[in-house]
Nanobody, 125 residues
Framework: QVHLEEFGGGPAQVGGSLRLSCVVS????????MGWFHEAPGKRRDGVITILTADNSVFDDYDVRGRATITWDFVKSTLWLQIDNLKEADTGTYYC??????????????????WGQGTQVTVSA
């Protein structure tokens, strides 16, 4: 069983940065990818950034291009997300996810994933 728990949400300022962490427990050795998703108020959950476990390739969504960084700390089993130059549109709930083995869907789209409970981020001027 895989368990994920996010930390680090809260208020943030436009132009500032956010840094979230996700502690992962359980076996994820066969998972193809892990990443972060964003659910803005009243909108669907969308992929922010993902990292492939095979070669650490990173793919990000257009809305955060050049602003988001994902890091996997293997020793601490922790997945990190940093977004710089925040915009009000970055407000919402952030979820970390680990893709279940065998799933062929795009890692930047919600799919057959293990999910954390989410952490709320509110960006204001």
């Amino acid at each position: 069983q895989v368990h994920l728990e996010e930390f680090g949400g809260g208020p943030a300022q436009v132009g500032g940065s956010l840094r979230l962490s996700c502690v992962v427990s359980g076996s994820i050795s066969d998972s193809p990818c892990m990443g972060w998703f964003h659910e803005a108020p009243g909108k669907r959950r969308d992929g922010v950034i993902t990292i492939l476990t095979a070669d650490n390739s990173v793919f990000d969504d257009y809305d955060v291009r050049g602003r988001a960084t994902i890091t996997w700390d293997f020793v601490k089993s922790t997945l990190w997300l940093q977004i710089d130059n925040l915009k009000e549109a970055d407000t919402g709930t952030y979820y970390c996810a680990v893709r279940r083995p065998g799933s062929g869907s795009s890692c930047l789209s919600p799919g057959d994933d293990y999910w954390g409970q989410g952490t709320q981020v509110t960006v204001s001027a």
